[in-house]
């Protein structure tokens, strides 16, 4: 019987974890693909108090670092189930399944989708969802980023550096992101926005080499392109727990600031929440929170 079964080793997961193990509590922690969640992609972090400037990299390692060494187990496992048997949960993955007094779901989210047809073929031959991962292949060529949030910002900056043209695709007219990125973005000149539009198709075979885009009052266009970047947000990664929590109409896990759930002794924490600040700093709060709240009720001391 584990004390703390945390699901996910992002920044929420593995904070919740740092805190479960100072409690002196025993604690798992279930992970479906690599530590670090999306943060791991962000080239510079400027935003985390104290760190004035760490890699998304460096900063997950840290963490990942910090559990371990404070006796987090951490096994590369996706959790498929949770359900209650008695007096505690029970947690299934392909491999195994495991019981746990308290469970904290820390699952993030995963990219949304564009929709369009050959989307999934063309992933690695032109279409891309990580800039500083497949950046370094379009040095000195011409990209697109699709999206207007702070990801499709940061992407179209850091690949402005690498890229010989950028452009930013964004089906409105204002930006979503942060001003501070958006003014930066605007100094560079080989950035192009092309505001009002989406992409409609994707040209070229084997290997993507052009996109229609088509703008709001439907004249189309086509771009040749050597690269997309599809940055239009994330899909929370809940519904395998739609059984004792209760989601959004987007998926999210609604909870508020105390991260409880409709369930005793299940916690959700950071971005598959809902919440208004998504954000590595929120994230690692809610760990904290979510954390504390499991520990009461493994000690029985309340929470709830
Ligand atoms: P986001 O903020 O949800 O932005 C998604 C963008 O994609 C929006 O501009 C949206 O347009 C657009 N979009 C959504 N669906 C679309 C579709 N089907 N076709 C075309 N465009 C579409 O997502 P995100 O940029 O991935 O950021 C997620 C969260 O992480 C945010 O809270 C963000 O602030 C945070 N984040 C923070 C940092 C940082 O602090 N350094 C870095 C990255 C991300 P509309 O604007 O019209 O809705």
Same mark, same amino acid.
């Given at each position: 019987?584990?004390?703390?079964?945390?699901?996910?080793?992002?920044?929420?997961?593995?904070?919740?974890?740092?805190?479960?193990?100072?409690?002196?509590?025993?604690?798992?922690?279930?992970?479906?693909?690599?530590?670090?969640?999306?943060?791991?992609?962000?080239?510079?972090?400027?935003?985390?108090?104290?760190?004035?400037?760490?890699?998304?990299?460096?900063?997950?390692?840290?963490?990942?670092?910090?559990?371990?060494?404070?006796?987090?187990?951490?096994?590369?496992?996706?959790?498929?189930?949770?359900?209650?048997?008695?007096?505690?949960?029970?947690?299934?993955?392909?491999?195994?399944?495991?019981?746990?007094?308290?469970?904290?779901?820390?699952?993030?989210?995963?990219?949304?989708?564009?929709?369009?047809?050959?989307?999934?073929?063309?992933?690695?031959?032109?279409?891309?969802?990580?800039?500083?991962?497949?950046?370094?292949?379009?040095?000195?060529?011409?990209?697109?980023?699709?999206?207007?949030?702070?990801?499709?910002?940061?992407?179209?900056?850091?690949?402005?550096?690498?890229?010989? /043209? %950028?452009?930013?695709?964004?089906?409105?007219? &204002?930006?979503?992101?942060? +001003? =501070? *990125? $958006?003014?930066?973005?605007?100094?560079?000149?080989?950035?192009?926005?092309?505001?009002?539009?989406?992409?409609?198709?994707?040209?070229?075979?084997?290997?993507?080499?052009?996109?229609?885009?088509?703008?709001?009052?439907?004249?189309?266009?086509?771009?040749?392109?050597?690269?997309?970047?599809?940055?239009?947000?994330?899909?929370?990664?809940?519904?395998?727990?739609?059984?004792?929590?209760?989601?959004?109409?987007?998926?999210?896990?609604?909870?508020?600031?105390?991260?409880?759930?409709?369930?005793?002794?299940?916690?959700?924490?950071?971005?598959?929440?809902?919440? /208004? %600040?998504?954000?590595?700093?929120?994230?690692? &709060?809610?760990?904290?929170? +979510? =954390? *504390? $709240?499991?520990?009461?009720?493994?000690?029985?001391?309340?929470?709830?």
């Amino acid at each position: 019987m584990i004390d703390i079964l945390v699901v996910g080793a992002g920044p929420a997961g593995l904070t919740a974890a740092i805190y479960a193990r100072r409690a002196a509590k025993q604690v798992l922690v279930l992970e479906a693909s690599t530590y670090g969640g999306q943060i791991i992609n962000t080239p510079d972090i400027e935003n985390y108090p104290v760190a004035a400037h760490i890699s998304g990299f460096d900063f997950a390692t840290k963490l990942y670092e910090q559990a371990v060494a404070l006796g987090a187990e951490i096994r590369f496992e996706k959790a498929t189930e949770l359900f209650e048997e008695g007096d505690h949960k029970v947690v299934v993955t392909p491999k195994n399944r495991y019981e746990a007094r308290a469970v904290i779901l820390a699952t993030g989210s995963e990219n949304r989708k564009l929709g369009l047809e050959r989307e999934n073929t063309l992933l690695g031959k032109g279409i891309s969802y990580c800039a500083t991962c497949d950046g370094a292949f379009y040095r000195k060529k011409t990209v697109a980023v699709a999206g207007g949030g702070n990801t499709a910002l940061e992407d179209a900056l850091y690949l402005a550096d690498l890229a010989e /043209t %950028v452009y930013l695709i964004h089906r409105r007219d &204002a930006l979503r992101g942060d +001003a =501070a *990125t $958006a003014e930066e973005l605007k100094k560079r000149e080989n950035v192009k926005f092309i505001w009002n539009s989406n992409v409609t198709k994707l040209l070229g075979e084997p290997r993507l080499q052009a996109i229609e885009v088509t703008d709001k009052g439907g004249s189309v266009s086509t771009i040749p392109v050597d690269g997309l970047f599809i940055a239009v947000g994330r899909i929370p990664e809940n519904q395998n727990f739609a059984g004792l929590i209760d989601l959004d109409e987007g998926g999210y896990a609604l909870a508020g600031e105390d991260c409880l759930t409709r369930t005793p002794g299940v916690y959700v924490a950071g971005d598959t929440r809902t919440k /208004t %600040v998504r954000q590595l700093v929120t994230a690692a &709060a809610d760990g904290a929170v +979510a =954390a *504390t $709240a499991a520990i009461h009720y493994v000690n029985g001391t309340s929470n709830r």
